[in-house]
């Protein structure tokens, strides 16, 4: 057992270890969160794709006290425990520079499931299907949820429409909206999931509708690693959740599953907070009439063309059910005359036949209003992406 190993490796202390764990997914990863989690450590979870220059450099900015690699607990010169309330150290997916690392408590942790537990009524009995990378918030969660509730879970050793269609008999699943999209693409029939979480990006609402017209039961949620994952489903905020949106319609937070801070960053973390203690997402959104969250997208990614707000996820979704357009991105570029202008980057579903600016103009025109049209069409063989998630690094985008 993993805690055997790190209690053979260290003395009995008064503060919290910090164990870096890299290996594959597979069963072995359900092992290792119990027995560190029995044993009072704290994990960081670290995906074993990532080239060695980059998980030194991870290893040298987390400082941990151990990294277990599935066979062998070994100490590291300089690591630093956690304070004794922090269970879990999770780096941020990275699309925005530099990823961060989040400090999650045991408290965070343990409402984070108890909470989604009850929205989903789910039971003791019920399998879950991992097949999200486990050093991301979205796979560690499903794992602790199977532990803590004591419920059996599939650990998928990468995610493949073959795996999931073969999982008759489990009861949940959390994927982002790229692996929904691969999913029906491959004709799996989700229908028999008593609930298919869909997260980590915004769900196309074409997606949506399509996955619910073949019978599958999809949750919306919405979260950050900061938050410790979803924390609002179908637009609701989880039990103990609050919401609210601040200047800018910037999403605010506040909960027991918000983060206690980054890692050996202070500065990064006062910043995260306002000064009455709510997360800052970096996200901004609306209020329905119901009250439901509305997500508008990255605060940051916001274009402002002629003195016009335009939301580059409506215009990708629109552009998305463009015959010719098999993936897109949009984002702003200075202009001389507009300040900015709308551009959208295009993989062509034929490269012998790709969409002309005139003609996706025109069809987003019929659906938004014509100054949220791409002024600029930039045509690709594949957008840039971060990992397994699927989300598009914009700051790879071509910039000119």
């Not at 597979?26 to 960081?44: F, I, Q, Y």
Request: hydrophobic share 40%; net charge negative.
């Amino acid at each position: 057992m993993v805690a055997d190993r790190v209690a053979d490796t260290v003395e009995i202390r008064e503060h919290t270890a910090l164990v870096a764990v890299r290996m594959p997914p597979g069963p072995a990863w359900r092992e290792a969160v119990e027995s560190l989690w029995a044993s009072g450590a704290a994990l960081l979870p670290i995906d074993h794709r990532l080239p060695d220059p980059e998980v030194e450099a991870l290893l040298k900015r987390a400082r941990p006290e151990m990294l277990f690699d599935g066979e062998t607990v070994t100490g590291i010169s300089g690591g630093l425990p956690v304070e004794p309330d922090v269970r879990v150290v999770v780096a941020t997916s990275g699309t925005g520079g530099a990823p961060r690392l989040v400090e999650l408590t045991r408290e965070a942790i343990d409402h984070a499931v108890s909470s989604s537990t009850l929205a989903l009524e789910a039971g003791p009995g019920d399998r879950w299907v991992c097949c999200l990378p486990i050093a991301h918030v979205g796979g560690l969660l499903v794992l602790l949820r199977a532990v803590l509730t004591d419920s059996p879970v599939s650990v998928h050793p990468r995610f493949d429409p073959e795996l999931v269609a073969a999982e008759t008999d489990a009861a949940f699943i959390s994927v982002v909206p790229t692996m929904l999209a691969r999913l029906l693409d491959s004709g799996v029939d989700l229908s028999s999931f008593r609930a298919v979480l869909v997260g980590g990006a915004g769900l196309d609402p074409a997606l949506e509708e399509r996955a619910r017209s073949e019978g599958v039961r999809v949750v919306r949620t919405y979260g950050l690693t900061e938050s410790c994952g979803g924390v609002v489903y179908e637009g609701r905020p989880l039990p103990g959740t609050e919401v609210r949106l601040g200047k800018d319609a910037e999403i605010e937070l506040r909960g027991p599953t918000v983060m206690k801070g980054y890692r050996l960053d202070p500065d990064a973390t006062a910043s995260a907070f306002t000064d009455d203690a709510w997360l800052r997402t970096g996200d901004a959104g609306r209020l329905a009439p119901d009250g439901s969250l509305l997500v508008d997208g990255r605060l940051d990614d916001l274009i402002i063309t002629g003195g016009e707000k335009v939301w580059p996820g409506e215009v990708e979704a629109v552009l998305r059910l463009h015959p010719k357009v098999a993936e897109v991105a949009v984002t702003g570029r200075p202009d001389p005359d507009w300040g900015e202008r709308v551009v959208a980057f295009v993989v062509p579903r034929r490269v012998v036949q790709p969409p002309s600016l005139e003609g996706l103009r025109r069809f987003v025109a019929r659906r938004l209003p014509r100054y949220k049209a791409p002024r600029e069409v930039v045509l690709l063989a594949e957008l840039p992406k971060v990992g397994e998630l699927g989300k598009v690094n914009k700051r790879e985008l071509p910039s000119d």
